[in-house]
C-alpha cells in the first residue's frame, strides 16, 4: 500500500497522537463524562486506520500488525470475562458471594477517577477489544486488496 | 424542536432513498453517510451525548471501510433484469404497508406522552443508580453493571465477526488453484 504526499504525512505526524490521547481520555472518563469503552476504543483505532492510511506499509508490515492487533482483540475479550468473573474467582479464597457480573472491589467516591469498583477496567479492557476488532478488520480488507495487486504483477 | 427532528427525519428518509437508487456505488454510499450524520444530530437534540459520540465515530469508521471497499471492488451496480409481473409485487407491498401502519397507528395509542416516557425500572435506575453503581455517568452504570450481560454479549458479537470476517479472507495456508 502505497502512503499519501508530504502534506498528509506531516500533519498525520502531528495529529494521530493527538487523537490517541483523546481516545484514551474518552475511555478511562468512561464512568464521569459521557463516552466509554465502544466510543474510545473506536476513536483509537480511527488513529491507527489514519497512520496506516498516510504512511502505507508493505503486505508483510501489515501481516504482522494484524497478528498483534487480533492477538490484543482476544486478550481484551479475554480480560473482560475475567474481570466480569472475578468474584466467583476470588470466592475460594476469601468472603464473596459466587455472582457472575459482581462489583468486587470497593465504590469509593462517587465523582473521583478511580472509583465505581470494576467498572473502569471494564471499560479499558472494551477499549482494548473494539479498538483491535475495528483495526483488524480494516487490516483484513487492505492486505486482500493489496494480495491482488501483488497477484496482476 | 419536534419541527427540526420532522426536518431532520425527512432529510434522512431522502438521503436513504437516493442511496438506494444511485447507480454509482461511491455516490451511494455518501448519500448513505446523511442517514447516520442525521442520526447523531437527533441524539445530541434527545439530550443523548454517549449516543451520540459513539454514532460519530462508528459512522466515521464504516464510511472510510465502505469507501475502501468501493474503490478497491466496483463502481457500477450490478444490473439485475426487470421482474415480469410487477403489479403483483406493487398490490403486496401496498398491502403490506398499509397493514403495517394501521397496527402502528393502533400500538401508538398505547404510548405515553413524547419525552414523558419512563417505565417502573427506569425511575428506579434514575434513583438509586449512582448509589448502586457508584458511577456519576448513569448511562456506563447501567451497561456495565446492571446490564452487565448485555455488553458481554456486544463484545462476543463484535468478536465473532472479526473472527469470520478474518477467515473468509485468509489467503494464507490455503492450496493452490
Avoid: W
Avoid at chain 1, 2 to 9: A, D, H, L, N, R
Avoid at chain 1, 85 to 109: E, H, P, Q, R, W
Avoid at chain 2, 87 to 103: D, E, T
Avoid at chain 2, 122 to 131: N, P
Amino acid at each position: 500500500m502505497k502512503g499519501m504526499t508530504i502534506i498528509v504525512k506531516k500533519v498525520t505526524q502531528i495529529i494521530a497522537g493527538v487523537i490517541f490521547l483523546y481516545g484514551l481520555y474518552i475511555t478511562i472518563q468512561g464512568h464521569l463524562s459521557p463516552g466509554g469503552g465502544f466510543a474510545g476504543g473506536t476513536i483509537i483505532a480511527g488513529s491507527f486506520i489514519l497512520l496506516v492510511l498516510a504512511f502505507g506499509n508493505d503486505v508483510l508490515g501489515l501481516v504482522k500488525k494484524e497478528i498483534r492487533s487480533s492477538f490484543i482483540e482476544a486478550l481484551g475479550i479475554f480480560l473482560f470475562i475475567l474481570t466480569a468473573s472475578g468474584a466467583i474467582i476470588l470466592s475460594f479464597y476469601l468472603n464473596y458471594d459466587k455472582i457472575f457480573f459482581k462489583n468486587f472491589l470497593t465504590k469509593g467516591v462517587p465523582g473521583e477517577i478511580v472509583s465505581a469498583g470494576f467498572i473502569p477496567l471494564l471499560n479499558i479492557f472494551i477499549g482494548m477489544e473494539v479498538a483491535a476488532a475495528l483495526f483488524t478488520l480494516f487490516l483484513a480488507f487492505v492486505i486482500k486488496s493489496e494480495e491482488k495487486e501483488e497477484k496482476k504483477k | 424542536m419536534e419541527i427540526l427532528l420532522i426536518v431532520l427525519f425527512i432529510l434522512m428518509i431522502a438521503g436513504a432513498i437516493y442511496a438506494l437508487e444511485a447507480k454509482d456505488l461511491l455516490s451511494a454510499v455518501v448519500s448513505y453517510g446523511i442517514v447516520g450524520f442525521g442520526l447523531v444530530i437527533c441524539f445530541l437534540l434527545l439530550q443523548a451525548p454517549d449516543l451520540a459520540i459513539v454514532q460519530i465515530v462508528v459512522e466515521t469508521i464504516t464510511l472510510i471501510i465502505m469507501i475502501a471497499v468501493v474503490l478497491n471492488t466496483t463502481r457500477e451496480e450490478i444490473k439485475d433484469k426487470v421482474p415480469q409481473s410487477m403489479i403483483v409485487y406493487a398490490v403486496l407491498g401496498l398491502i403490506f404497508m398499509f397493514g403495517f401502519i394501521y397496527f402502528f397507528i393502533l400500538s401508538l395509542n398505547g404510548l405515553s406522552e413524547f419525552g414523558k416516557h419512563a417505565t417502573r425500572m427506569a425511575t428506579e435506575y434514575i434513583q438509586g443508580g449512582v448509589k448502586g453503581s457508584g458511577s456519576i455517568n448513569l448511562v456506563t452504570g447501567v451497561v456495565l453493571d446492571y446490564r452487565g450481560y448485555d455488553t458481554l454479549g456486544e463484545i462476543t458479537i463484535l468478536f465473532t465477526a472479526v473472527i469470520g470476517v478474518l477467515t473468509v479472507l485468509r489467503s494464507r495456508g490455503r492450496k493452490k488453484e
